[in-house]
């Protein structure tokens, strides 16, 4: 949302915006997979206790198993709770370049994508996104899923 605000109060400055919000946000998706990796018991408990998403966790370690990858990917784009994902990447030991490359594609697909957007359609697409934002994320869920299930089907 701040990046939404920081693009209509200057539109000009919205994909320099959108840069600076990818390097934060996977900054701190590196910060969730170290405390997975390295802290689960005594830090990562308790943040997913704090955060009221260990029931999430408990279902994320399922799915890590066989999708940990394309959960990143969607998370980073959908408004699923990313750290959650983050968190379960390092606890579950997902192999940290393929985190690390998900992660950045993801966050930066959303976050150049409004900030396009922002400096495309100003105040206009700024409503539009708010009104639409999770059928938009839901739609492009589907077609990432689908990407994914057709190279299944594929090989």
């Known amino acids: ?63 890590f198993s066989r999708w940990g990858v394309a959960l990143v990917l969607i998370a980073g784009f959908s408004p699923i709770p990313f750290k959650v994902i983050t968190i379960a990447s390092g606890a579950f030991g997902l192999f940290f370049p393929s985190f690390l490359l998900s992660a950045l594609l993801s966050r930066g697909a959303r976050f150049y994508l409004e900030g396009v957007l922002l400096r495309w359609g100003g105040d206009r697409m700024r409503r539009f996104v708010e009104r639409h934002f999770e059928w938009m994320t839901l739609l492009v869920v589907i077609l990432v899923i689908s990407g994914f299930v057709a190279l299944w089907l594929w090989r």
């Open 1 to 63: 949302m701040l990046l939404i605000a920081l693009a209509l109060g200057r539109p000009d400055l919205s994909i320099r915006f959108a840069s600076l919000a990818t390097a934060g946000s996977v900054t701190g998706a590196i910060v969730g997979y170290l405390i997975g990796r390295l802290m689960f018991a005594s830090v990562a408990e308790p943040l997913l206790d704090f955060y009221g998403a260990m029931e999430q966790f408990k279902h994320t370690q399922e799915l």
